[in-house]
């Protein structure tokens, strides 16, 4: 693992995994992809937003589904779209702010697609 000057762990890709979760899985993915191997944290905190992305990505689907397909209904998908973009900034900015300080980032709840190690 490489340090910055100051002693303490380069956590540049595991801060740019945790802000590409807000867009969905796949730059969180990348950044694992990139670094397994490499960077223990980076590779660890990279799974979790991955993990976390992939739920991003379910939860709007359903939402656009419940949009689209349910008649009378649909203004609900509306507002679990607004309601998963927003909770999806909120969630990924906390975890940028705790890899930025250099602890471990969680999220309430993770869809498991990238096995995290430790």
């Known amino acids: 693992m490489r340090y910055d000057t100051e002693g303490a762990p380069n956590t540049l890709a595991a801060e740019v995994a945790q802000v590409g979760a807000i867009f969905g899985p796949l730059i969180p993915l990348l950044v694992w992809w990139r670094r397994r191997g490499t960077n223990p ?7 979790t937003a ?3 992305g992939a739920l991003v990505l379910v939860a709007f689907a359903v939402a656009t589904a419940i949009r689209a397909f349910v008649p009378f209904l649909g203004f609900l998908g509306t507002v679990g779209q607004l ?3 927003a909770s999806s900034v909120v969630l990924c900015l906390q975890a940028y702010s705790a890899v930025r300080r250099g602890v471990p ?3 309430p709840v993770e869809l498991k697609v990238v096995k995290t190690h430790g």
């Open 41 to 47: 944290f980076a590779e660890r905190e990279a799974a």
């Open 50 to 52: 991955t993990n976390f």
């Open 83 to 85: 309601a998963v973009v």
């Open 105 to 107: 980032a969680s999220y």
